[in-house]
């Protein structure tokens, strides 16, 4: 499924940047773009990664704002 709308990312695509050692949506944003445009992917995108690496995602609530600052 479609998590990032605007830069057509998928849970899928998560999965794999997570299985590369992705670990923040700072990097998702920096390597798939997600959460760079509108930013409503951003929660989904960081529950993805808690999933995928079994743990809790580190949180940086700078995405939002930054994400935020492009709309
Ligand atoms: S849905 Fe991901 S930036 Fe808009």
Known sequence: MYVCICQAVTDKDIRHAAARGV?????LRDELGV????????????????????G???????WFAQAASTV
């Open 35 to 54: 959460a760079s445009c509108c930013g409503c992917c951003g929660p989904l995108a960081e529950q993805l990664l808690a999933e995928a690496s079994d």
């Open 56 to 62: 809790p995602a580190p949180m940086n609530a700078g």
């Open 23 to 27: 670990n923040s949506v700072d990097q």
